[in-house]
């Protein structure tokens, strides 16, 4: 990207992210290889059962929020919470999930639910293109490093590790065979 690309691209996000002021913090969850690869062709590049209970443990009761590609590869709602799907189609509809056009309205509704249930955190679960939009607007990074490099389609955006804190790093237990991977929790340093 070029460098007046990426002053555009940042001074449209902070533009955004000032149309969206959260009451309960929004957090992203994702597994990322070690060149961010984090899915190919429409599918995790992976199966990594334990991180995938992770991820249960982890947004269990909070809403969640979802690019329609990442929606259609698991195919239906994810039990016990709010399910957001984020997309440009306006014909789109599916059981047992609400329908934004935008980031800020799928946030703005996420943030809505949490309030009335008084969940922790909203959670932005992919894919590349929405965890690229909702990066400024991140509070906590939930990310499962995977010790591996893959080819794929999907990334999780590169971002300034000056500004965050790993508060959290514990070592998954791969069955033989996996790659190693590690759950590690960042946290957005204060201005
Ligand atoms: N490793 C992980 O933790 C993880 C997590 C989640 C997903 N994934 C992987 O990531 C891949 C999918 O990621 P992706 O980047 O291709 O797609 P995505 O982010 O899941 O979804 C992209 C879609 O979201 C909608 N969208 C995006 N920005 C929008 C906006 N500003 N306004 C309205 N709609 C918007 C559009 O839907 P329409 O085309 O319908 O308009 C767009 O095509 C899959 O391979 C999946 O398995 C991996």
Redesign the pocket.
Known sequence: MSQKNATDQQSAMNQQSSEFDSLVPVAM????AKNRV???????PWYLPEDLKFFKRITQAKPLV??????T?IGKALPNRLNVV????AA?SHDGVRVC???PAALALADQQATIEAAEEIMV???????R?ALPFAQRLYI?EVDIEVK???TFPDFDPSGWQEVQRVAGQPAEGQPRYDFVVYERIAD
């Open positions: 969850i994702v597994a990322m984090i899915g190919v062709e429409g599918k995790l979802m690019g329609r590609k990442t929606f590869s984020v997309t440009r189609n789109f056009h935008d980031l679960m992919g894919g590349g293109e929405i965890y939009q499962t794929g389609d999907a």
